[in-house]
């Protein structure tokens, strides 16, 4: 896809503005000129390759455009007859260029916001920019729709008319049949028309639909009075917040993309999840908070990180009132649906909204995850991060796991509540429920080869600590190198229970005997 901009009128109705350069080249901002903004919002959307029509002062453009140093090609056609023809003309000076692309065609003195270009864009059909609430003008664009198509466009109409701005995103097969008529025009000597007469007789064949932008800013200066307008609402658009929150402990294509169309709507503000926050809802974070946030601060177009202490956004939001809240579209269901609706009642509160994005599921970024869980249950990666966790949160959770399976149950319970997750933090790995499973009494019969055959099972499929419940301990010669086994494997710690002799379960009460071991004895054990 290649833009086409055109940029050969004179400019005549701002008066002093354009004595001494084209229109386009009229500031609208402390940063932007009119056209400056229109290249980098094309470049942020990928388009690589502009062609444009130039008029009086071309040199002065050409220039102007090259100064700009945006990652754009430009092939620039001057119009011999600027002065004595309409735009028609410009287009058919510069039809070789514009035959082997579908065509994004704009006119040169026109502002846009960026989500105006990105609807345009997105539309899977040819279509024009229009808005169904705005006022019919006396003396601009307007497109009579019919059977939800363009049938004809000009400033003459008003019957089952829509306002309308010259921004279209052209696909190739309409585009040859609309620039085939306008060949016929120009090579018939009328060239002052505006091109959309040469539309208006195809209209049949070149099929063009509406795109409604609505109230979004899309709109062309042609005086000083638009110029003012125009400018003021560049300004309030320059000052919209947008806001973001992430758990991420990288960053993928996916991810960027996303974080690229957040900054076309304004100043990112990115949150980043807390070491606590996302241990309430997955494993404890390989990368610390502070990298995290140190990550998203180093990416360009991030004005602002914050740390976000919740899944909750109730507090992040109160206190930044952003005007937008952009998120991926799979929180729409699952346990993250109570906080997507918490969010969605605060950005009503003061007039915010929520912005959602098909939520990519690139193979290559489940196959990223997959990596990422791998490394995450390492011996060496998993074994500390209890540690971590009780000087993080003081008070952890542990759930009984003894197989694969059940430990993938414990790994995976979530619940929410009051818009906080709740879930396990760690595995215990019970004697008991591990000796039940294979049919045995809990009098330590299961042997500690079996067992670690357990602790196996459930390391291959899970990240979670894992606590091991190591009876009595056994023998104090033995239980070292238990202890050291344990540590190879990654477990996290071991607790044993201060009796000698056969282990006889708890459960039993009084009806058995238990025999308490010494403390110099069981301090040893502990020692070893």
């Not at 202490?309 to 009132?321: F, G, H, I, P, V």
């Not at 346990?335 to 959602?356: D, N, S, T």
């Not at 045995?440 to 079996?450: A, G, N, Q, R, W």
Request: charged share 25%; net charge negative.
């Amino acid at each position: 896809m290649k833009a086409l901009i055109l940029n050969s009128g004179l400019g005549s109705r701002m008066g002093v503005i354009t004595n001494e350069h084209p229109k386009c080249m009229t500031e609208i901002s402390y940063k932007n000129t009119i056209l400056s903004r229109q290249l980098s919002i094309l470049a942020s959307f990928g388009i690589e390759e502009v062609v444009m029509t130039t008029g009086y002062y071309d040199k002065v453009l050409v220039d102007y455009c090259e100064a700009l140093h945006l990652p754009l090609r430009f092939t620039f056609v001057n119009n011999p007859l600027y002065d004595k023809t309409n735009y028609i003309y410009s287009i058919y000076c510069a039809k070789e260029a514009l035959k082997d692309d579908d065509i994004i065609l704009m006119h040169g003195d026109l502002v846009f916001e960026s989500r105006v270009m990105e609807a345009v864009i997105d539309n899977e059909h040819s279509c024009m920019a229009v808005s169904s609430t705005q006022p019919l003008p006396e003396k601009d664009f307007k497109a009579v729709i019919k059977d939800g198509k363009i049938e004809k466009v000009g400033i003459e109409f008003f019957d089952n008319a829509m306002a309308a701005q010259p921004l279209y995103k052209i696909l190739k097969e309409d585009w040859l049949v609309w620039l085939q008529n306008i060949e016929k025009f120009c090579e018939s000597d009328n060239r002052k028309v505006y091109a959309e007469n040469a539309f208006n007789e195809v209209s049949d064949k070149c099929k063009i639909y509406p795109c409604d932008v609505k109230n979004m800013l899309c709109a062309e200066i042609d005086t000083p009075e638009d110029l003012e307008v125009v400018s003021k609402k560049v300004a309030e658009i320059n000052e919209r917040t947008v806001y973001m929150c992430f758990s991420t402990e990288y960053i993928h294509s996916g991810h960027m993309a996303i974080i690229n169309k957040a900054r076309r709507l304004g100043r990112l503000i990115v949150g980043v999840l807390s070491d606590e926050a996302i241990s309430s809802f997955k494993r404890y974070p390989l990368i610390p908070y502070e990298e995290r946030k140190a990550l998203f601060e180093n990416l360009a177009g991030v004005e602002r990180v914050v740390e976000q202490k919740t899944l909750s956004y109730k507090d992040n939001l109160e206190a930044l009132r952003p005007d937008y809240v952009v998120h991926g579209n799979d929180w729409c269901e699952g346990f993250q649906k109570p906080i997507r609706q918490e969010v969605c009642e605060v950005l009503a509160e003061y007039g915010g909204k929520l912005v959602e994005y098909h939520y990519s599921n690139n193979p290559m970024y489940k196959e990223l995850d997959a990596n990422h869980r791998a490394e995450a249950s390492m011996p060496d990666v998993r074994r500390g991060r209890l540690r971590k966790l009780i000087n993080m949160k003081g008070l952890v959770t542990a759930m009984e796991a003894h197989s694969g399976i059940t430990g993938l149950i414990v790994e995976n319970t979530k619940v929410l509540q009051d818009g906080k997750t709740y879930q396990f933090d760690a595995m215990w790995v019970s004697s008991l429920c591990d000796s039940t499973a294979k049919g045995k009494p809990d009098i330590e019969l299961v042997d500690m080869t079996s067992r670690f055959r357990t602790i196996d099972d459930i390391m291959e499929v899970t990240t979670k600590p894992i606590i091991f419940d190591g009876d009595t301990g056994g023998l104090t010669e033995h239980f070292v190198y238990t202890v050291r086994s344990l540590e190879r494997m990654g477990v996290s710690m071991v607790i044993i229970e201060d009796k000698t002799g056969l282990k006889k379960n708890s459960l039993f009460g009084t009806e058995v005997k238990q025999t308490q071991a010494s403390i110099p004895d069981f301090c040893e054990k502990i020692s070893q």
